[in-house]
């Protein structure tokens, strides 16, 4: 505490930040802007960098998204309906029959500007994808009791009840390892441990549907393709 309250002393005086650097041996002035809370140094700099990408990245994703709904491979999830919604809104197809073929006239750069507000709602799960557009609809801060937070709690993530979370065909690995696992640790439980079955059962069985719905709103396409 001192040596912060030190930092904070000197490094908002006139050519403080490089004497607090040297004075408290910093490699790196970053460190001292970190110690110093100091808005506008690298690390406000690397910060927006790192927001940028960031950005950019999930544009992408939703672009890529956008696109396969076009194609008909639909998101699955809780928050499917959504998704499948607002890019029927940007498609200009009717909500009944968001897989028919695609009416695009539009260029991309249209086409992602319309996605630009979107995308910025957009968190990654290591299995899911967050569209954090309502905190008062996230299951992770009602769990945590933060339900007017601003940011998603990923780490308290439970995707497969979440009406924000959508699956995709990428998150697919994922659940499908998961299940197999838990198969596997159900074969080697003894038959008195009933309740670790009965919640090894339940983690097995919400996994394997997460992948069935996966590959049912995959294969919409494919059938429409075929019919
Ligand atoms: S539970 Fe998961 S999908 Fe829902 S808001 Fe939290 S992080 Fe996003």
Not at 136 to 150: E, I, Q
Request: proline fraction near 6%.
């Amino acid at each position: 505490m001192l040596r912060r309250t030190l930092t904070l002393e000197m490094a908002y005086r006139p050519g403080g930040v490089l004497a607090t650097k040297i004075h408290l041996k910093h490699i790196s002035v970053a460190t001292t802007e970190g110690y110093a809370s100091r808005p506008g140094g690298a690390q406000a700099e690397l910060l927006a960098e790192v927001n940028k990408h960031e950005s950019e990245r999930n544009l992408q994703l939703v672009l890529e998204e956008f696109r396969n709904f076009q194609q008909g491979v639909l998101p699955a999830g809780p928050g499917a309906r959504s998704l499948t919604d607002f890019f029927a809104s940007i498609d200009g197809t009717p909500d009944d029959a968001p897989a028919l073929a695609p009416k695009t006239q539009r260029g991309d750069r249209d086409i992602l500007n319309l996605l630009t507000k979107r995308a910025s709602t957009l968190h990654l799960g290591p299995a899911n994808y967050c569209w954090f557009t309502d905190p008062s609809r996230a299951l992770c801060l009602k769990l945590a009791g933060t339900p007017t937070a601003d940011r998603p709690l990923v780490g308290m993530c439970d995707s497969a009840r979440c009406l924000q979370a959508t699956h995709h065909p990428r998150h697919r690995p994922v659940w499908a390892e998961h299940t197999e696992r838990a198969r596997i640790f159900l074969g080697e439980l003894g038959t008195t441990r009933k309740t670790e079955r009965a919640r090894l059962q339940a983690d097995h069985d919400r996994a394997a549907r997460v992948v069935a719905e996966i590959d049912g709103a995959s294969a919409t396409s494919n059938e429409e393709e075929s019919a």
